[in-house]
């Protein structure tokens, strides 16, 4: 039986994080990382990808070089990541569970997007699943220092939506997503309990 997203009672407004949550874009973000970083010689498992998710691609280099002991160029394959990514992108497919609750509370409830993304690509992934005509806000990777799972990101969303953090509902697919809308006092739901997300390449 498909289980059905529902959102708090208390909540006056809605962030949803972007890769993994909104767009099944996981795999092709793990392909373009495997593709990339196998150049380097490194072996990129799903599960330290899974790790990462919601870190920006220059800081998620960062992390894979205290991982492997490599001294990878973060910037240089940040970029070249992200570039991998753009050219296989078409591949995504909207995570239904999660886009019907778009659809429902649309013009209903302030709806935002809080993604660790970089701000074009984020645009391009909500045209590409048509969903771009649901959203104003979107809070990208330049957008804010510090990153998940530091608050910044969704806080930032709650303000230009207008409503208090603990009035906030949160839906993420990642552990450092969930732990920045605890930090930022919001609602915190875990949307991999209601899809099928294992990593296929």
Excluded at 38 to 62: E, R
Excluded at 80 to 108: C, D, N, Q, S, T
Excluded at 139 to 151: S, Y
Aim: net charge negative.
């Amino acid at each position: 039986m498909e289980k059905h997203l529902e959102i708090d009672s208390r909540a006056k407004g809605l962030i949803f994080d972007l890769d993994g949550t909104l767009a099944d874009t996981m795999s092709v973000h793990f392909l373009a990382y495997k593709t990339i970083l196998g150049k380097h010689g490194v072996d990129y498992s799903a599960d330290i990808f899974m790790s990462l998710a919601g870190i920006p691609a220059v800081g998620s280099i960062k992390k894979i070089n205290e991982i492997y002991g490599k001294s990878l160029n973060a910037e240089e394959l940040g970029h070249a990541k992200e570039a991998e990514y753009e050219r296989i992108m078409h591949k995504m497919k909207p995570i239904e569970p999660v886009v019907e609750l778009v659809k429902k509370y649309h013009g209903k409830l302030p709806m935002s997007v809080g993604t660790g993304g970089y701000r074009r690509l984020a645009w391009k992934t909500l045209e590409i699943l048509g969903l771009d005509k649901y959203f104003d806000i979107l809070v990208a990777a330049e957008d804010v220092v510090n990153h998940k799972p530091h608050p910044d990101t969704f806080l930032r969303c709650a303000e230009l939506m207008g409503v208090a953090p603990g009035h906030c509902q949160v839906f993420e697919d990642g552990q450092p997503g969930m732990e920045a809308a605890k930090t930022a006092g919001m609602m915190a739901t875990l949307v991999t309990d209601y899809f099928d997300n294992t990593i296929r390449i």
